[in-house]
């Protein structure tokens, strides 16, 4: 018989349904309701984007089981079984229920990954405790991926994504070295800069490998989706970048990388998509924006290989 490794697989995690947008909130405001008012705003932006269905979390299903997959063809492996278990921050299966549901199936040996490339200790380092927490309280070992922004095959592809795009604006008839690239991700309280979090500087060495890889001529990174809460958090936010582009630098193509974020959710399909796209268009700017990785099979690879290097296989 395989000897069965466990790969613990995190992410955020989204609601099920229309109905789980509550206590998903709930959850994030650890424990607080949201007012009425608040919990309508987001209800608003799901219902934007999904008209009632949700498709996010088929989308993580469909990421754990092809990394299944993906580990137990490699080469490498071929004396191991792997069985991933999904973990999620903030929904069911939580962190904790995927670590459980291990020890459950008589896993001895356990190795973890988030579906998000880059560390910080308000993401990954959160995930991580959290696992690390249920695993000792049940005699689980368990040893963790912190990071894989400069996975050589995560940029590749990425990159992959961007030269398509810029393929298509140029279709359309503009110059492709004109396009500005904006590669961005999930804004943090500024205070994580203080703790001397990689946060920033991994997400910066990312956008500058795929730039690079795709050949970009005129490139920056700029945040989104801060959280309206009253302390600073980092900035410029693409809104502002947009207007800045636009008033000081006449930009007319911009296309949004968000290197930061690996599937179709809230930040990519409202943030992007839907507010930033109306803002731009305001402007009379065409913005595109690269599709997600979701299951793409060289991003499977990243993580795969990701976990296998940890093994040391
Ligand atoms: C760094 C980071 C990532 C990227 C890394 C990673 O993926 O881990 C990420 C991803 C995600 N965030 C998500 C959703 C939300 N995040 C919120 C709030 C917050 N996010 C934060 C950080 C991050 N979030 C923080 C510091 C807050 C403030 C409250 C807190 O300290 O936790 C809120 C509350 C309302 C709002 O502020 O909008 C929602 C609804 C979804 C799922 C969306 C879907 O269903 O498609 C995903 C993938
Ligand atoms: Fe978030």
Redesign the pocket.
């Known amino acids: 018989m395989k000897n069965k490794i466990g790969v613990l697989v995190?992410?955020?995690?989204?609601?099920e349904n229309m109905e789980g947008?509550e206590s998903?909130?709930t959850h994030?405001?650890?424990g607080n309701k949201?007012t009425e008012e608040?919990l309508k705003?987001?209800t608003d932006?799901?219902e934007a984007?999904v008209g009632g269905v949700?498709p996010?979390?088929e989308n993580t299903d469909r990421q754990v089981r092809t990394l299944q997959d993906t580990l137990n063809v490699d080469p490498r492996s071929a004396d191991l079984e792997f069985v991933c278990y999904q973990g999620l921050?903030?929904a069911a299966p939580y962190i904790e229920d995927g670590v459980e549901q291990m020890v459950q199936d008589g896993i001895k040996e356990a190795f973890g990954i988030?579906?998000?490339p880059?560390y910080?200790t308000?993401?990954?380092g959160s995930?991580v405790k959290r696992a690390q927490a249920k695993a000792d309280e049940l005699g689980l070992q368990i040893s963790f991926v912190e990071s894989y922004h400069m996975h050589p095959k995560l940029i590749e592809a990425f990159a992959d994504r961007v030269s398509a795009k810029l393929n298509q604006f140029e279709e359309a008839g503009a110059d492709r070295d004109s396009v500005r690239v904006l590669f961005s991700?999930?804004?943090?309280?500024e205070r994580i800069l203080s703790v001397g979090d990689p946060?920033q500087e991994q997400l910066l060495e990312t956008s500058k490998a795929v730039a690079e890889r795709a050949g970009v001529k005129k490139w920056q990174f700029t945040w989104q989706?801060?959280?309206?809460?009253a302390e600073p958090?980092l900035g410029p936010d693409i809104l502002d970048t947009l207007q800045t582009l636009n008033k000081e630098e006449q930009v007319e193509d911009v296309l949004v990388a968000p290197v930061?974020?690996?599937?179709?959710?809230?930040?990519?399909?409202?943030d992007l998509d839907i507010e930033a796209k109306s803002i731009a268009k305001e402007m009379d700017m065409r913005l595109e924006r690269i599709d997600s990785l979701n299951s793409d099979p060289l991003y499977m690879e990243a993580l795969s290989d990701s976990v296998i290097t940890l093994i040391g296989l």
């Open positions: 995190m992410s955020y995690g989204t609601p947008i998903y909130y994030i405001r650890r949201p608040q705003e987001l932006r799901y984007i949700f996010l979390r921050k903030h988030v579906l998000a880059h910080s308000m993401s990954v995930y991700a999930h804004s943090l309280p946060y989706s801060a959280g309206r809460t958090w930061g974020f690996v599937s179709d959710h809230l930040e990519v399909l409202y």
